[in-house]
T-cell receptor, first 111, second 113 residues
C-alpha cells in the first residue's frame, strides 16, 4: 500500500545550523512530491514541488528513488523557519488524485 | 485572488447539533478537497470533487458527514449530528485539474462540547 512516513515528530536546531527533515514513501511507481509548511495557526502553504523545482525560503529537496526518500534540507536555519512541515506525495496511478500527507515534523529553531 | 475562503473560522457547538462548514475555492480551480486535521491522526482527506462531482469520499468517517458542491464556487461539509470526537480543524483546498498543486484555506476550527 502507498504510505508516507515522516519519522521525526520534532526537530530542534539552533539558528544557523543545517536542517534535514526526513520523508520516506512506499510506492511501486514514481509519485509527484511536495512539501507543505504550516506556520502557527495559519493555512498550509506550498513550500516546494519536486517536478518544477519551485522553492521558497532557501529549502531544497532531492528525490532518491533508490531509497524512496524526499528529504527537505536547508543549509542555515532561521528562527522564522519554525513551523510544521508536511511531506505530501501524489500517488499517480491509484485513481485517486489527491495528496497524501505525512504526519508532519515540527521544526523548532532556537536563537 | 483572495485565495480559498472558509467559514466559519471558529465554531463551538453542542453535541447533537448540526454543523455546516463552507468553502469558496479559488476562481478557475476545478478540484476541491476537504481535509481534517487532528493531533492524533494528522491530516486526513475526507472527500474531493472534480468539476463539482464527488470523486472519492472514502475518507468520510461515517454517515453523519456529508459534502456537496452545488456549483464551481461553493462547497459545504455538513456534520449531523455532531459529536465531541469531530472536534478538529477542517481545511478546504482547491487546485486546477491540469496541475497537482493545491491551495489551502485558513481552516475552520470546530469544537463540539
Amino acid at each position: 500500500a502507498q504510505r508516507v512516513t515522516q519519522p521525526e515528530k520534532l526537530l530542534s536546531v539552533f539558528k544557523g545550523a543545517p536542517v534535514e527533515l526526513k520523508c520516506n514513501y512506499s510506492y511501486s511507481g514514481s509519485p509527484e512530491l511536495f512539501w507543505y509548511v504550516q506556520y502557527s495557526r495559519q493555512r498550509l502553504q506550498l513550500l516546494l514541488r519536486h517536478i518544477s523545482r519551485e522553492s521558497i525560503k532557501g529549502f531544497t529537496a532531492d528525490l532518491n528513488k533508490g531509497e524512496t526518500s524526499f528529504h527537505l534540507k536547508k543549509p542555515f536555519a532561521q528562527e522564522e523557519d519554525s513551523a510544521m512541515y508536511y511531506c505530501a506525495p501524489l500517488f499517480m496511478d491509484t485513481g485517486r488524485r489527491a495528496l497524501t500527507f505525512g504526519s508532519g515534523t515540527r521544526l523548532q529553531v532556537q536563537p | 485572488d483572495a485565495g480559498v475562503i472558509q467559514s466559519p473560522r471558529h465554531e463551538v457547538t453542542e453535541m447533537g447539533q448540526e454543523v455546516t462548514l463552507r468553502c469558496k475555492p479559488i476562481s478557475g480551480h476545478n478540484s476541491l478537497f476537504w481535509y481534517r486535521q487532528t493531533m492524533m491522526r494528522g491530516l486526513e482527506l475526507l472527500i474531493y470533487f472534480n468539476n463539482n462531482v464527488p470523486i472519492d469520499d472514502s475518507g468520510m468517517p461515517e454517515d453523519r458527514f456529508s459534502a456537496k458542491m452545488p456549483n464551481a464556487s461553493f462547497s459545504t461539509l455538513k456534520i449531523q449530528p455532531s459529536e465531541p470526537r469531530d472536534s478538529a480543524v477542517y481545511f478546504c483546498a482547491s487546485g486546477a485539474l491540469s496541475g497537482n498543486t493545491i491551495y489551502f484555506g485558513e481552516g475552520s476550527w470546530l469544537t463540539v462540547v
